[in-house]
């Protein structure tokens, strides 16, 4: 096996077993939220991302919260706003 197979060999196991844990390592969470191990850092010291530190030194992340953290800044779009908008005209429309 060359040298090029194997490395593709390896990022291929890897993406499955990263898509398939649970639980994250700091690289691993960086990794699957596509930004730098340095703003995750930063994330977790303000305790703004929701994080484990079973020994007190290691930090892990488990998958499904940082799903939720990531989509807890969701933006609706102008429609779902105007849709919105209407049904609360329309509820303030009926009490008076």
């Known amino acids: ?19 398939s844990k649970r639980i994250l390592t700091s690289e691993e ?5 596509g930004v730098s191990k340095s703003y995750l850092y930063k994330l977790t010291m303000r305790q703004e991302i929701p994080h484990s530190k079973p020994t007190g030194k290691m930090v892990y992340f488990d998958r499904e919260e940082l799903e939720e953290w990531l989509m807890s800044g969701r933006i609706a779009t102008e429609q779902q706003l105007n849709q919105q908008a209407q049904t609360y005209c329309m509820k303030k429309g009926g009490k008076q």
Do not use: G, K
């Open 1 to 19: 096996m060359t040298e090029e197979m194997r490395q593709m060999a390896d990022l291929v196991t890897a993406n499955i077993i990263n898509s």
């Open 29 to 33: 969470a960086a990794r699957y939220m």
